[in-house]
């Protein structure tokens, strides 16, 4: 979600729209930023900007690291874009950066400027290039930084279609035959004036309850639908429910094991590139959820006063047994970015065989359930006919 947070930098006030969880959220990435926050409405984005398309960020950059390593300069390789998207909702946003370059800011401060566009990762990034010259290889690290974050994310996607599919078309069949079969069978068994099974009287008694208020039940169906779907549009409400899965042990167990690699990635992607200690902390911060926050302000804390990475890390409690040894190698050996990076592949591959499992696990059951579910309700229906049956014999 968007909000406008007002804050102020030396004497300057400015008005940023960040895209943030929550609300303190948004205050700690303008605080990473530079900015002292004064406050941060949700919300209040023009009709107009809500309309416009996201800004292809990866896409921009792969663009511009192919025009650069052409010989380009950085201005004549904007333009080049510039010209090639005049079709597109990007050009703005790359006109506006091109105005701020013209006016001699550097290529972070015109990123800046634009925080819809370009996150604070990205622009903490080019700064740490611009130190050392080497924006071509920054790009590069940023895009294969997006390519390992996204091709998590289409693992976990691509692991939850089928059992989506399964429960959506499990639940149609259970709705037909509560809702149309079984007010059809009650009708049938309504004048046979025979004692029924308790179970087939319950099941039978729910579709003439079915039959006679099926408009109100719609209603009622269509109200709680339209209820959920603005719930989980509200942040505070999606806030909670991820702390309810947090509570989860299994589940909170791999988000957290999610949220630290994403975390470590990030980190050691702006430490190979250059950018310190304290700054790269503080721009990373707004990626850890609510529940990791308190830990990363002590993990920061407790580093800004001497104390080793590792060690700080381990008694924050954002590290495991495998990945604080190997924070305190990186250590040693002078190389903590790139053990970082090695981090989050360990722990991707950790989430990647807990979600094969899982889907192995899960669909089976699903299937055994919904079917189990299915017969059950098939067999209350003809047990009746069953018993006639045996009874004429």
């Known amino acids: 979600m968007d909000y406008l947070v007002k804050a102020v930098r030396g004497r300057e006030m400015v008005s940023l729209t960040i895209s943030a969880i929550h609300v303190e959220d948004a205050l700690s990435q303008a ?14 984005q023009s009709i107009a900007s809500r309309g416009k398309k996201k800004f292809p960020l990866v896409l921009f950059s792969q663009e511009l690291l192919a025009l650069l390593e052409a010989g380009l300069n950085l201005v004549e390789a904007i333009e080049t874009l510039a010209i090639k998207d005049e079709k597109n909702g990007t050009k703005a946003t790359l006109d506006t950066l091109l105005q701020a370059l013209y006016q001699g ?27 050392t010259g080497d924006l071509a290889e920054s790009l590069g690290r940023y895009i294969a930084y997006e390519e390992q974050v996204s091709l998590l994310k289409k693992k ?87 702390q309810l899965f947090w509570r989860i042990p299994a589940l909170g167990k791999r988000l957290r094991i999610y949220q630290l690699a994403r975390f470590y990635r990030t980190l050691g992607m702006l430490l190979k590139g250059g950018t310190p200690i304290m700054p790269a902390l503080q721009s990373v911060s707004g990626l850890l959820d609510t529940a990791l926050q308190a830990s990363m302000k002590k993990a920061s804390l407790a580093i800004n006063e001497g104390q080793p990475m590792s060690q700080a890390m381990e008694e924050a409690g954002l590290t495991t047994p495998v990945a604080s040894r190997m924070l305190a190698v990186g250590e040693r050996g002078g190389n903590i970015g790139d053990m970082m990076e090695r981090i989050a592949s360990f722990y ?7 979600i094969e499992w899982f889907t192995r696990l899960f669909e089976p ?29």
């Open 105 to 131: 800011q550097t290529f972070s401060a015109a990123l800046e400027q634009q925080p819809a566009a370009f996150p604070v990762l990205y622009v903490a990034t080019v700064r740490a290039s611009e130190k």
């Open 348 to 354: 991707d591959e950790e989430l990647s065989r807990w």
């Open 31 to 44: 605080q990473a930023r530079g900015y002292t926050p004064i406050s941060a409405t949700a919300g209040t």
């Open 156 to 242: 976990i996607v691509s692991a939850s279609i089928y059992p989506i599919l399964l429960m959506g078309v499990g639940s149609l069949v259970i709705l037909f035959l509560l809702g149309f079969v079984v007010p059809k069978f009650s009708r049938i068994y309504e004048g046979t004036g025979g004692e029924l099974p308790f179970l087939s009287q319950v099941l039978l008694a729910w579709g003439v309850f079915l039959e006679n208020h099926g408009q109100a039940m719609l209603f009622a169906t269509i109200i709680l639908v339209a209820t959920l779907f603005i719930a989980f549009s509200q942040p505070s409400f999606r806030k909670k429910l991820a």
């Open 365 to 393: 059951i699903l299937m055994l359930f919904i079917g189990l579910v299915i017969g059950v309700v098939v067999l209350l229906l003809y047990m009746p006919i069953f018993e006639l049956a045996g009874n004429i014999q």
